[in-house]
T-cell receptor
Framework: DGGITQSPKYLFRKEGQNVTLSCEQN?????MYWYRQDPGQGLRLIYY???????QKGDIAEGYSVSREKKESFPLTVTSAQKNPTAFYLC????????????????FGEGSRLTVL | SQQGEEDPQALSIQEGENATMNCSYK?????LQWYRQNSGRGLVHLIL?????REKHSGRLRVTLDTSKKSSSLLITASRAADTASYFC???????????????FGKGTKLSVIP
């Protein structure tokens, strides 16, 4: 089945540790996104990538890093610089938006819940 | 920045009733999308309405868009207990140059449908 797979579903981190969240898609989408969701809040964009080897910061990129070495994969690293990393992280993908075009439907993974101990 | 803002924040109705959620936004858009999220799960796309469309239907869903008022509404008719979820609007802003990003989400409306 085509879709997006996020892992792990639950992750615990100690203070000062970096952790990496995995996101893989087999939808052949060029664009991929990472969102953060806090309780009772909407989704806030962390990073997005329109094409391999290129990515852009979103609203809340500080304390996070990404890579896009393969079309199918867009891992997110939560670094020790992120002061309040406990949250629900959602990865999504879509067809690539071109300049002057529009963004279509986003396909989401099931999310990764990160808790800092 | 969160462009879309849903109203109400929470809504509780009886099964069989209709549920209406509203979304307001601030800037020019290419399209507006509605998503559903069951508790602890990822979001699922429901419907997309383009800026030149005024109304769209999909099964029990009806979406309207008023670009002059910068608002949209989602109507779920004949609600079921399984419709219990959070519903988010997301706006695709008109491209404003390199570095501008795409969909921005509101905080959502939490719908509870009581059997």
């Amino acid at each position: 089945d085509g879709g997006i797979t996020q892992s792990p579903k639950y992750l615990f981190r100690k203070e000062g540790q970096n952790v990496t969240l995995s996101c893989e898609q087999n939808l052949n989408h060029d664009a991929m996104y990472w969102y953060r969701q806090d309780p009772g809040q909407g989704l806030r964009l962390i990073y997005y990538s329109q094409i391999v080897n290129d990515f852009q910061k979103g609203d809340i990129a500080e304390g996070y890093s990404v890579s896009r070495e393969k079309k199918e994969s867009f891992p997110l690293t939560v670094t020790s610089a992120q002061k309040n990393p406990t949250a629900f992280y959602l990865c999504a993908s879509s067809l690539r938006r071109t300049s002057g075009g529009s963004t279509g439907e986003l396909f989401f993974g099931e999310g990764s819940r990160l808790t800092v101990l | 920045s969160q462009q879309g803002e849903e109203d109400p924040q929470a809504l509780s109705i009886q099964e069989g009733e209709n549920a209406t959620m509203n979304c307001s936004y601030k800037t020019s858009i290419n399209n507006l999308q509605w998503y559903r999220q069951n508790s602890g799960r990822g979001l699922v796309h429901l419907i997309l309405i383009r800026s030149n469309e005024r109304e769209k239907h999909s099964g029990r869903l009806r979406v309207t868009l008023d670009t002059s008022k910068k608002s949209s509404s989602l109507l779920i008719t004949a609600s079921r207990a399984a419709d219990t979820a959070s519903y988010f609007c997301a706006t695709d802003a008109v491209y404003s140059g390199a570095g501008s990003y795409q969909l921005t989400f509101g905080k959502g409306t939490k719908l509870s449908v009581i059997p």
